[in-house]
């Protein structure tokens, strides 16, 4: 089975580019004139990647169909400056593309910080499937898409390269390493809207007499 | 596919009934004769469902659950009496979401399979009432038929999903509905709102940008000034219509011709962005559309949004001899060696 699901994901990398290439020229456009948005990104899942996820021994149950049932096979992420900017652009994907699954990651417990992120699953819209797509009785109904802050990104993108998934996969000083940066991105983050809140207090002011010499 | 299961309900309007006076739905399974595999064979192939707008289920995003969903995959997978329990509740369900203004009709939940696929569709046909001419021994005879439900009817509605038993399955549909695009949205909304609990694929403002960036390509394409102009009253149009949903399709249909319309249908590529409905956003429109430009004969041009067309911006005259007139106070000037 490994072999045929690598077969036909193979096959169907190209379509997947040239979703992920419309939905995130599909997503600049519905963010247009948003502020505080870093980068919009959107890639097809590479083929190690998919094969991993799909033949994961820990996956409970295993995929019975993982061409049809992994939703990440086309994801985009965008990246914004501050907190208060996820929801804002969450809200304003949600009125171009209709949600199946919505969660925020974050540590489960008060006392621990780490991988922190808005994920939504989403149908994919019709004006977004080619006709590759549209041809196959086997692509995904979803695509996943995420808003994180800059320094959310921070913290998750550099181990994300490593391939490390599992915390329980690293010496207990190197966790706490990266224990260590996701509590600094935690408080930068808080610590940037704090700054943010300030200055819009500041901006909607209005101008004191003095303040204009 | 293979249509392996049928039920059929007579189901009347009851969504102003008083609480606690509902009439159970009527029906159960139907034995699928050679017959009446055919006529629904016949009907699925008349329903085009290839050529329908598409819906997605509006499921709750912490479970991923939809009634109406959960009954489908139901019907589809289940055993009989599971199967029998999900068909009841959407004729009870569809009973609940119609008022007086729909007639009685038929429900009619088919499900189909080929290998690991399942297909569901779900269909309503309104009664109507018929003649039946007997030839009896005392002469001739018309009698009245009230329970008959037709099948051709413009009112008939059905709603296609597919799936495996897989949690990526039946989570989007195509339907078949002449009422969807009602003025009334209490209306339009029956069969895909209250009844399906779908909203359809393509959202209000991914509609209307494809849109705004379909007459874009459009109106630079064509180079005959009466096909342009023809483009410009059909967006002055379309931002007038109490009509608010539509669809590239419909758009084309209903507001241009000739050159225009065969360049407008012909920018967009794929055949199912071109058919799916969606809920007209009039103000992101005029924003995604941003400016119609005018070139006048002495090498002036006029950039105008199209919501100022006929007010601080106006145009008289037909054809080759149209002229502008434009009225404001300069707030911003700049000096640029050629148009942009």
Redesign the interface.
């Known amino acids: 089975m490994r072999e045929q699901v690598e077969r036909s994901y193979r096959e169907r990398e190209p379509i997947l580019n040239d979703t992920a290439k419309l939905v995130e020229d599909e997503i600049r456009e519905a963010l247009r004139g948003i502020p505080h948005v870093d980068r919009v990104s959107c890639r097809a899942k590479s083929l190690p990647s998919f094969i991993g996820k799909a033949f994961d021994a820990k996956n409970n149950p295993p995929y019975a169909d993982p061409l049809s049932e992994i939703e990440d096979q086309v994801a985009a992420r965008v990246i914004v400056f501050f907190l208060s900017d996820i929801d804002v652009i969450r809200e304003k994907l949600l009125r171009t593309f209709n949600p199946v699954e919505a969660w925020r990651r974050r540590p489960a417990r008060d006392e621990e910080f780490g991988y922190e992120s808005a994920h939504l699953l989403c149908v994919l819209p019709p004006h977004l499937k080619t006709a590759a797509w549209i041809a196959r009785d086997d692509m995904p109904t979803t695509i996943e898409l995420q808003v994180r802050t800059i320094f959310m990104h921070a913290y998750a993108e550099p181990q994300h390269d490593t391939g490390y998934k599992a915390a329980h996969e690293l010496p207990s000083d190197i966790r706490r390493e990266l224990a260590w940066i996701a509590a600094s991105a935690w408080g930068a983050d808080h610590a940037y809207q704090r700054f943010w809140a300030w200055y819009e207090q500041r901006e909607a002011r209005p101008a004191s007499p003095d303040s204009a010499a | 596919m293979d249509l392996f299961r049928l039920h059929a309900y007579a189901v009347i309007p009851q969504r102003t009934s008083a609480p606690n006076s509902s009439v159970p739905p009527i029906g159960g399974a139907i034995k699928i004769t050679p017959d009446l595999r055919a006529v629904m064979d016949t009907n699925t192939n008349e329903a085009r469902f290839e050529q329908r707008p598409?819906v997605?289920f509006?499921?709750d995003?912490?479970t991923?659950t939809n009634d109406t969903r959960d009954a489908v995959i139901n019907f589809a997978m289940g055993e009989s009496a599971t199967a029998k329990a999900a068909a009841v509740y959407l004729a009870d369900r569809l009973s609940t979401a119609m008022d007086r203004r729909s007639m009685p009709c038929l429900f009619v939940p088919a499900a189909l399979k080929d290998d690991?696929?399942f297909r569901v569709i779900l269909w309503i046909f309104p009664r109507e009432d018929a003649f039946q001419l007997r030839d009896e021994v005392g002469g001739p005879r018309i009698e009245v038929l009230t329970d008959v439900f037709s099948q051709k009817s413009g009112h008939r509605k059905a709603a296609q999903f597919?799936g495996?038993?897989?949690?990526?399955?039946f989570?989007?549909g195509r339907v078949l509905d002449h009422q969807a695009d009602a003025v009334s949205r209490d209306f339009a909304d029956f069969w895909i709102g209250r009844f399906l609990q779908c909203?359809l694929?393509?959202?209000?403002?991914?509609?209307t940008?494809?849109l705004a960036k379909t007459v874009r390509q459009t109106f630079d394409a064509l180079v005959e000034p009466a096909a342009r102009e023809q483009l410009h009253a059909a967006v002055m149009a379309m931002r007038n219509s109490p009509q608010r949903r539509v669809s590239l399709f419909t758009f084309g249909e209903r507001y241009l011709d000739g050159v225009a319309k065969a360049q407008f249908l012909s920018n967009v590529?794929?055949d199912?962005?071109l058919r799916?409905s969606f809920d007209f956003d009039r103000e992101l429109f005029d924003t995604t559309l941003q400016f119609h430009i005018f070139e006048l004969e002495k090498g002036v041009f006029v950039s105008t949004p199209p919501s100022e067309l006929g007010e601080t911006v106006t145009i008289k005259g037909e054809g080759a001899t149209r002229h502008l007139t434009c009225q404001g106070r300069i707030i911003d000037e700049k000096l640029r060696t050629r148009h942009a």
């Open positions: 598409f997605d509006a499921v995003t912490t991923r690991d696929l597919d495996g038993n897989i949690k990526t399955g989570l989007q909203v694929s393509l959202k209000g403002e991914a509609g940008r494809l590529k794929q199912h962005a799916s």
